[in-house]
């Protein structure tokens, strides 16, 4: 069984940065890519980042292009969403989720506020 365990959400003034980790356990390496996804209020949830754990490959929501930055650590199980210049738009629940052949699991989820 996998568990995704999501951290580093917060309150932030827009222009600043936040930091999201997303630590998992249990048999994370056969995952083909993890990523980040939010959900706002009356929204669907949308991608945000994903990066593959073969070739490391990222891809980004245009929204957020030049702005969030998606690594992982594989000796930690761990996948981070570098956030800068946070804009209020930010403001969402952000989930980590891991991408297998057969099926995806998802975290609890982290809130992020950005206020204006």
């Known amino acids: 069984q996998v568990q995704l365990v999501e951290s580093g959400g917060g309150l932030v003034q827009a222009g600043r940065s936040l930091r999201l980790s997303c630590e998992g356990s249990?048999?994370?390496?056969?995952?083909?890519?993890m990523g980040w996804y939010r959900q706002a209020p009356g929204k669907q949830r949308e991608l945000v980042a994903i990066?593959?754990?073969?070739?490391?490959?990222?891809n980004y929501a245009d929204s957020v292009k030049g702005r969030f930055t998606i690594a992982r650590d594989s000796a930690k199980n761990t996948v981070y969403l570098q956030m800068n210049s946070l804009k209020p738009d930010d403001t969402a629940v952000y989930y980590c989720m891991a991408a297998f052949s057969a099926n995806n699991y998802w975290g609890q989820g982290t809130q992020v506020t950005v206020s204006s």
């Open positions: 990066i593959t754990v073969r070739s490391s490959t990222t």
């Open positions: 249990g048999t994370i390496f056969g995952a083909n890519a």
